[in-house]
C-alpha cells in the first residue's frame, strides 16, 4: 500500500510544455465508486494495464493499491465500466525535483488541463511552479471518477 499525498491544480500557462520529459496515453474507467473508495482500470499506451482501488475520503491523502493486470483483461472489463471512458494523456514534468502529471482530456473532457502533483510530503506553496493555476484539491468535480460518472465542470483557472 502506498499513502500518498495528492494535490490537484488547473493549468493556467503553457511553459510547461517545454520542461515535458514523457507522453503517455491513458484510456482509463471505473468499475465502482463511491465518496470514500474506487476501483479504476487504466489503460496506458495501449499496451499495459493496471486495477487501482483507493481508500480514504481526505481530499490530500489516500490509501492506493495498484495491481499489474493483462491487457486482454482490461479490455474486457470495459464492457463493466461505470459513467464515461476517460480519455487524456499524462505528461511528465519536473520542477524543483518534484514530478507533476499534467493531464490533458480529450473526448468530451476536451479542454480541460489538470496537474496532479503526488508525494510523500506536503510541498509548500513556494516551491509550485509558476503555471499551475488554482488548486482543486478536495473539489471532488475534478477528481477522475467524477469525471468519468457525472457532469463536465465549468473550466476556469
Excluded: C
Excluded at 467524477?146 to 476556469?156: F, K, N, R, V, Y
Amino acid at each position: 500500500m502506498v499513502k500518498e499525498i495528492e494535490r490537484k491544480f488547473l493549468v493556467s500557462g503553457a511553459q510547461w510544455r517545454d520542461l515535458v520529459e514523457a507522453d503517455i496515453r491513458i484510456r482509463q474507467f471505473y468499475l465502482a465508486a463511491a465518496p470514500d473508495r474506487s476501483v479504476r482500470v487504466r489503460i496506458s499506451d495501449g499496451a499495459s494495464a493496471k486495477l487501482t482501488l483507493k481508500f480514504g475520503s481526505k481530499a490530500r491523502e489516500r490509501d492506493e493499491f495498484e495491481y499489474p493486470i493483462p491487457l486482454a483483461e482490461a479490455e474486457e472489463m470495459q464492457a463493466f465500466a461505470i459513467g464515461r471512458v476517460i480519455e487524456k494523456t499524462r505528461h511528465h514534468v519536473r520542477h524543483r525535483g518534484y514530478l507533476y502529471e499534467v493531464d490533458v482530456f480529450g473526448g468530451l473532457l476536451a479542454g480541460l488541463v489538470v496537474a496532479e502533483l503526488e508525494t510523500p510530503e506536503d510541498v509548500p506553496d513556494e516551491m509550485l511552479p509558476d503555471w499551475l493555476g488554482r488548486e482543486v484539491t478536495g473539489e471532488q468535480r475534478f477528481y477522475n471518477a467524477s469525471l468519468a460518472l457525472g457532469g463536465i465542470p465549468e473550466i476556469a483557472a
